[in-house]
């Protein structure tokens, strides 16, 4: 298998710039980075699976097309849950025709996040996307499904590790705003040669918890976790991140690629940890 960042909170050159990642850089090539995500799977089978798409169409269209697909080129595209930042160019993938896959709760009532002066900032997805839904073709899941030859949708992620818990999330539920555990959001598991890689989105289930649940539904090691490990919201407080970093390496997990939301603090400290670190911004490819 391999996969692009089609979007990511940085692009440009790594400092890392082992050869299995792979930059396309050159004159015409100008990926754009906001705080959002994206990843295209090309699975061994030959699918092309996009997980998420970004925050801001414009961004997710540029760097798409930059890394050589048109929306046509895509068989599916798997929603992780609909935060603003990953659903941007959803309708412009609804408007080509590309099946949608989420959970049925993932875009029911306003999503809220608690921001330091005390309020609550919408961070929902826009009305243009949740009306373009309505003309989708919309597979609903919630319980761990084949979606694609050797791509599997989690399902909802039980929270067995205390210290991944959700504290900052809201939602609009029943006309009130209620603490929201983020129960909608799942992530990928895709078979490679290496080993199952867990692809998630924003981790507000906290990634112990997907490779936790991944082993007991394989049965096999975990060879590579990449996308966002939500660590950013744990600063200066580095509880969550050193636990994750010990539960990670007690799973046996070889491979890591903390993207989006993983924060730079807490990247700098698993890369202390993983020697086996990439850095995947928008316009990297690796293949596995
Ligand atoms: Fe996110
Ligand atoms: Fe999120």
Redesign the pocket.
């Known amino acids: 298998m391999k996969f692009c960042t089609v979007v990511d909170n940085h692009s440009g050159t790594s400092f890392d710039s082992r050869k299995m990642v792979r930059r396309a850089l050159g004159p015409q090539h100008h990926y754009l980075s906001e705080h959002g ?1 994206s990843l295209l799977v090309e699975t061994d089978a030959g699918k092309k699976i996009l997980i998420d798409a970004g925050a801001s169409e414009m961004v997710f269209r540029n760097n798409l097309e930059l890394l050589g697909y048109r929306p046509q080129d895509i068989d599916l595209v798997f929603i992780t849950h609909s ?1 603003y ?2 659903v941007g160019g959803l309708k412009y993938l609804i408007e080509n025709g590309v099946p949608v896959y989420t959970h049925p709760k993932a875009f029911s009532g306003k999503k809220f996040v608690a921001v330091p002066d005390g309020t609550q900032r919408d961070i929902s997805a826009g009305d243009d996307v949740v009306q373009a839904l309505g003309r989708a073709k919309l597979n609903l899941i919630s319980t761990p499904t084949e979606i694609s030859p050797g791509v599997k949708v989690s399902g909802e992620i039980p929270r067995s590790m205390p210290f991944e818990v959700e504290t900052k999330f809201f939602k609009e539920e029943n006309g009130h705003i209620v603490l929201d555990n983020m129960t909608e959001e799942m992530c990928l598991m895709v078979s490679s040669k290496q080993g199952l890689v867990i692809l998630t ?2 981790g507000h289930p906290g990634v112990v918890n997907m490779v936790q649940l991944a082993k007991k539904q394989f049965d096999k090691r975990v060879y590579m976790v990449a996308g ?1 490990f939500h660590l950013s919201a744990n600063v200066p407080n580095n509880e969550r991140i050193l636990r994750t970093m010990d539960a990670l390496k007690n799973f046996g997990v070889e491979r890591i690629a903390p993207m ?2 993983t924060g730079f603090n807490a990247q700098k400290m698993l890369s202390d940890r993983f020697v086996n670190m990439d850095m995947l911004w928008s316009g990297s490819e690796i293949e596995i």
């Open positions: 995500f935060h930042d990953h989105g924003c966002g989006h939301c």
